[in-house]
């Protein structure tokens, strides 16, 4: 991929440039004079906290190049609008109108480079009616419809994968990715760059399979009421839920009706280890979803495969799933799933190196496996300013003009 | 439709139901790809057939989980036991830019579309394999939906409190995260096409590309040793940051405070001056320390009043706040509407239906809303104007049996 791309997100759009860098395009990672304020996300390494120790801006600044660049001063702009007439994007997530006020807004890039494609991440969009509140990753997995998936009805309900993870600035990452790809093949089309506008929020919306919930509201006025929800497709319905066994948890997902053979497979098996009680006579497949499936059934079905569980391993419960052909998967962690025979007979994890923490960490690798152009993490993530000779070099800006930058705060 | 769009000329034919690959056709032809469902009327995509239906009234058009993953593309249905009808198939692939096949590992090689063949025939196609697990490797063929591949990724473990259950989720997350990185790839793969005039061969699942949404957890592990400690809402950086119960059955918001002024600014919005002074939570390590007691004054306020009405205070105030919707408040909420994300649309069989763009929105390229089409809606077009058969020949294959 031959693309250059600048980039000037924090957190909120880390991931976009990320996915560009690890297919081989030219990233460059533009920070403040001194350093990103998101450089001070945890965890860190070995638990220091220090803004080259972020083992978060280590995870989604892989294979950028670095820069730091005061935007705020003339020169910097002036810098800035250099490196705009080589590169192809420039993706941020400042605040709506603030480059503009730097003078650095589409439109003024758009004169210095016509071809140039502008990627906006911004928790309500350029132009939305929010887009003035205050916002942060938390607020909008709940007002997206992310919150109200996890937990139990009226009693509680999470964030997805916690609050250090970040999910909806990743999805808002991930999909300005896709934007940004749909507007640079777009340039053989349309003959010029765009703007691009990225709300998280919608990104989150998507994410967390929203329009579902929007419309069994609008068709059905049906509520999800989250844990252990009966899922209905038709006649046939499905209720997952995480149970206990021998050394762990699993999580599992039951049939009736259209799909229950799945279930008869299950209740074969807990019936050979004498434990299927009243469940083996229940014909799963013939079951209505629509109208045989009580509460109180379902609490009694759940409980008795649950007493099942409880006898085996998660090993055991994975292995009979797979080959009875059931629905069971194990409830991992992150240990688990480095010693997942799947993951490691797909060579997934890879080492990198970090040569001044003299170590190399465990990285998750291609996201896909492909025969041509992989994305693989090419180098670790930039230090401060680590590449300012290279790149500043090649914009022709001499060594002793570099030193004075530095001093007047410009890089 | 518009005179151009970016995808305009990208000719792509999907295989595949549920959600991962049917999302990706969507996108490419919401930006003006030409995309091709191939369908069945004996084995619809499942999705056609699930809930929810417009007055609960069931019928394989109906469906408001096709609806929305679908709109954009054309409809053949053909009856793939039937030998013509494979050979339609492999036409319409033959003449494709993009393949995208979201069915089992294995299947569509019985057709002969596994990517060793169709690449003989055609060695720049660009094909997509989207899966669980992956094409290869030992549990490449096990029974799996996105919902449960949540748990086997890790998500569910890092979601909740650590110290109890793991938490079921309603979303199949993963679902939503391999179709973004299908689409970067699918696209860097025709700009390598277009450069070199080679295709490429992408095997994305969803057990590879979840974790790279889980990466700062695994690095944790990995640099630090740590094992998951979900703590619910909470955070490092921010305290109070949780969500908090309010007035009414499940009516929530969420209120994050990240410095010691935005706390002062929650203490007088509600009204709680004595919290301001209290030594228990006048610092960021003080409120973390007291953060049960914290949570549960908070709760105290917001209980008595609604979602709204708390979001406007707080905002007002100069503190992060929102309201927890479920499905009735995104449906009404203005602002998915005033944006044009959400519209509602015309369609012949569910009546007014509510339609979604992508999150994004390109400045040259504006689309418009269009709707899912009927099953095997666009054969007849597809027969006789894409593949360029005469009406003699599509009337008689209709009555072989090998459209249904």
Known sequence: MHYRILDLTDEKGFLCGKMFGDLGADVIKIEQAGGDRSRLIGPFYHDIPDPEKSLYWFAYNTSKRGITLNLECHEGQDIFRKLVKTADCVIESFDPGYLDQLGLGYAALNEVNPQIIVTSITPFGQKGINKNNKACDLTIQGMSGMLSCNGQYDISCFLMAGAETRQAYLQAGAQAAVATSIALWGRHTLKQGQHIDVPIAESMFWGAWAPRPVLCYEFEKTIFKRRGELVTYGRSVDFRDSFKCKDGYVFSEVYVGGQGHYTTRLVEWMDNEGMSEDLKDMDWPGIDGREDVSREKLDHWEAVIGKFFLTHTREELTRAAVERGFFLFPVNNPHDLLQNNQLLSRNYFVNVSHPELHDSLIYPGSPYKSTVNQPQIRFRAPLIGEHNKEIYGELGITEQNLVMLKQTGVI | ?404
């Open chain 2, 1 to 404: 439709m518009q005179s151009e769009q970016c995808l305009e000329g990208i000719k792509v034919v999907e295989l595949s139901a549920y959600i991962m690959t049917p999302l990706l056709g969507k996108i490419l032809g919401e930006y003006g790809a030409e995309v091709i469902k191939v369908e069945s009327k004996t084995h619809p995509d499942v999705f056609r057939v699930s809930s929810p239906f417009p007055d609960g009234k069931p019928g394989v058009n109906r469906s408001g989980l096709f609806s929305h993953l679908n709109s954009y593309k054309y409809s053949i249905s053909l009856n793939l036991t039937q030998p013509k009808a494979v050979g339609i198939l492999n036409r319409l692939v033959h003449r494709a830019d993009i393949f995208l096949d979201g069915f089992s590992p294995g299947i569509v090689a019985k057709w002969g579309l596994a990517y060793e063949d169709l690449s003989k025939v055609r060695p720049d196609i660009i094909m997509v394999s989207g899966s669980m697990q992956g094409q290869t490797g030992p549990l490449s063929k096990q029974r799996g939906m996105g919902s449960l591949m949540q748990a086997m990724v890790g998500f569910i473990r890092a979601t909740g409190q650590a110290d109890q259950a793991p938490q079921t989720s309603l979303t199949p997350y993963p679902d939503f995260i391999s179709p973004w990185y299908a689409l970067v790839g699918v696209l860097s793969a025709l700009e390598h096409r277009r450069e070199t005039g080679q295709g490429t061969y992408l095997d994305i699942s969803q057990i590879e590309t979840g974790p790279q949404f889980l990466s700062s957890m695994i690095l944790d592990f990995t640099a630090n040793g740590r094992p998951v400690s979900s703590t619910g809402n909470r955070a490092t950086f921010a305290s109070p940051h949780n969500a908090y119960h309010c007035k009414g059955e499940d009516r929530w918001c969420t209120i994050a405070v990240f410095n010691d002024d935005e706390w002062l600014s929650l203490c007088s919005a509600m009204e709680k001056l004595d919290l301001a002074n209290d030594p228990r939570f006048s610092t960021f390590l003080a409120r973390k320390q007291n953060e049960d007691q914290l949570d549960q004054l908070i709760g105290e306020w917001t209980i008595a009043r609604s979602p709204q009405e708390i979001k406007i205070t707080l905002q007002k105030a100069g503190v992060t706040a929102d309201v927890m919707f479920n499905g009735d408040g995104l449906s009404q909420e203005p602002y998915f509407r005033e944006s044009g994300f959400c519209e509602t649309i015309d369609h012949p069989e569910m009546g007014r239906i509510t339609s979604f763009r992508s999150s994004f929105m390109l400045s040259e390229n504006p689309v418009k809303m269009q709707r899912s089409p009927l099953l095997g809606e666009d054969t007849e077009y597809v027969a006789t104007e894409i593949l360029g058969m005469t009406d003699e020949e599509f009337i008689n294959l209709l009555n072989e049996g090998v459209f249904e």
